[in-house]
């Protein structure tokens, strides 16, 4: 008995070390994953922590026209972060680039609201190029305001910011030179002039310095370092653009200066003599502004100059000088109506009536598309109470405008129309009409029927000839 219960005992040790293998077996792969997961989780979280802060600084290092890659969880992550630590970096980009779309557009109240809202954002300096453009337009701002001393507050902002910038540093010196600083002006054109030695601008403010210092020798130099090696017309632009400054700035002796400056190197800029007949009569010098409109009249006619002597001659007793210039002027150009005719008209404001109407009469024969001229020309005939030649005048007036018509003429058959058309209607031809005027038309027009008329004579003269000539054959 006590041997069964030793061989029953041995069996159940055996079914239990086997029912404990089977469990232990089932359990043993799932048990080693999840120790193996506890036993990687440290690298995992690593690799996610090194992940997001590839993506943050991606985020920080992407420019702003590429787009950040915000895929994954990380990448929202870096997105978010980017998007809160950079805001205030968007925001004032933003308003620099509506500001200086202002500033272009003309609207510069809205340009100078922008522009200091952008500096506020931007408060690190972070887009300092855009910093500098900004002080640049708002110091010109308020330099047409006439503010120089908050003008001069942007332009040494722009220096500071960036102290190689050409254009920063020369209005700056001209800043201190408007506000009577000599000496930093000086010093600011120096270094604009080691920033580029053939600078004409800077060489210009350097030679207005010392000319308004009284450095005679100094700004005599500056002036042979202008002329020196460029044309006349380069220089007549920059001089006359600086006169343009000075008297937009009413600083009229220096734009005077300057437009006689322009003038000495090109004595053909008409736009010269314009604004300096301008600033003289300004100062109140009447016959020295007609003298130099008329010297502008001189070298070719301007409707401008016509104008402003007709105006300003009117308002004085003595024009005789005047008259006696466009006389020369009338001399000189033969061939162009318009001159005397503006003669004409000042003499009948001397009460020169006879002359004037002799003047008129050249006129109309010399440019007879001149309608003003036809006009006057009638109306004198009509106070005289010729009617008949106030109507034939009135009559070439209009005949000279239509023959000035524009109408398209067919290159091929001469026909011409009022209105642009693909195919010409006579000849059936496709792209032949050009624009030309009414009388070149006519012109072109007769041409051709001349052409077929000889040649219908040519052929009848010839058929005659042949039935002369068979005639004579003998009969077969």
């Given at each position: ?190 270094r604009a002039l080691e920033l580029d030695p053939a ?101 070719g006619y301007s409707d401008a100059l016509a104008e ?169």
């Amino acid at each position: 008995m006590r041997e069964n219960m030793s061989l029953l005992a041995d069996i159940l040790t055996l079914l239990g070390a086997f029912f404990l293998g089977f469990i232990a077996g089932s359990l043993f792969p799932p048990l080693r994953r999840f120790l193996g997961g506890i036993l990687h989780a440290p690298g995992q979280l690593t690799r996610g922590a090194r992940n997001v802060g590839e993506r943050l600084r991606q985020a920080f290092k992407v420019p702003a026209e590429e787009p950040l890659d915000r895929s994954g969880f990380s990448g929202a992550l870096a997105g978010t972060v980017f998007d809160v630590m950079t805001v205030r970096v968007r925001r004032a980009e933003a308003s620099f680039r509506e500001g200086i779309a202002a500033f272009d557009k003309g609207e510069h109240d809205a340009a100078r609201r922008r522009l200091t809202e952008a500096i506020f954002w931007d408060r690190k300096q972070e887009l300092r190029p855009l910093h500098v453009l900004a002080h640049l337009r708002l110091g010109w701002l308020d330099e047409e305001k006439n503010a120089l001393s908050q003008a001069c507050e942007h332009y040494q902002k722009a220096v500071r910011l960036e102290p190689d910038n050409l254009n920063a540093t020369v209005r700056l010196g001209m800043m201190h030179f408007r506000l009577g600083q000599t000496g930093p002006a000086i010093f600011q054109f120096q270094r604009a002039l080691e920033l580029d030695p053939a600078d004409l601008d800077t060489h210009y403010c350097l030679y207005a310095i010392y000319r308004q210092a009284g450095m005679e020798r100094e700004a005599v130099e500056q002036l042979r370092i202008l002329k020196a090696g460029e044309s006349g017309a380069v220089l007549s632009n920059l001089f006359s653009r600086h006169g343009e400054d000075n008297f937009r700035l009413s600083r009229y002796a220096e734009a005077i200066d300057d437009y006689e400056l322009a003038l000495q190197v090109d004595p053909d800029d008409i736009r010269s003599y314009v604004a300096l007949g301008d600033l003289r009569h300004l100062q109140q010098e009447p016959h020295t502004a007609l003298e130099t409109w008329a010297r502008g009249l001189w070298v070719g006619y301007s409707d401008a100059l016509a104008e402003r002597v007709l105006q300003v001659a009117g308002e004085h007793e003595d024009i005789w000088p005047v008259i006696s210039l466009l006389r020369d002027c009338v001399a000189r150009h033969p061939g162009d109506g318009r001159y005397p005719f503006l003669l004409a008209r000042l003499l009948r404001t001397a009460g020169q009536e006879a002359e004037s109407a002799a003047l008129l009469k050249e006129t109309v024969r010399v440019s007879p598309q001149l309608l003003e001229a036809q006009a006057e020309l009638g109306d004198s005939y009509a106070r005289a109470g010729l009617d008949a030649m106030a109507r034939a005048t009135y009559r070439a007036g209009l005949d000279a405008a239509h023959s000035q018509q524009c109408v398209y003429s067919c290159s091929a058959c001469g026909y011409y129309t009022l209105e642009e058309q693909a195919r010409c209607f006579q000849c059936n031809r496709w792209g032949t009409l050009e624009k030309i005027t009414r009388r070149e038309a006519e012109a072109r027009a007769a041409a051709p029927r001349g052409l077929i008329e000889r040649a219908s004579a040519l052929r009848q003269s010839l058929g005659t000839a042949w039935n002369r000539i068979a005639g004579f054959l003998p009969e077969g």
